[in-house]
């Protein structure tokens, strides 16, 4: 009876341990943010970051803003120049989005600072 107790006591340690390294795995508590064309975490490139902007961008639903480090990063594909780019910005959880059911997209107004995940690119 003993045994039982002991085996099963072992067998949940290991499944919790698993569980947490599926979670570890899967970036959870990472700082950086979800590139969904790696399938990865990534660590954000302020170095990138140009001059703030104002407009409007239209992004997927599923593309949610994350909270990480101090900054709310938010994927957004910007018609403008075909590129994925992140928007850094305090005011992310106070901007103005509405939903269009059309489209399947939000339509944003934003003030923001564009961070590209690589090279160098124009936001006019």
């Not at 341990?17 to 508590?29: D, H, P, R």
């Not at 660590?43 to 599923?62: D, I």
């Amino acid at each position: 009876m003993k045994f039982y107790r002991i085996f099963s006591i072992a067998l949940i340690a290991v499944f919790a341990v698993m569980q947490v390294s599926q979670l570890q795995a899967a970036g959870v508590n990472k700082v950086g943010y979800y590139d969904s064309l790696r399938n990865k975490y990534q660590k954000p490139t302020l170095r990138t970051c140009k001059r703030s902007v104002s407009g409007n961008a239209r992004y997927a639903k599923r593309q949610a803003s994350l909270k990480v480090a101090k900054h709310n990063w938010i994927e957004i594909v910007e018609a403008n120049y075909g590129s994925r780019a992140l928007w850094s910005t305090a005011k992310d959880k106070r901007q103005t989005c509405r939903f269009d059911s059309s489209t399947g997209l939000y339509n944003c107004k934003f003030t923001a600072r564009p961070c590209f995940s690589g090279g160098e690119q124009n936001s006019q």
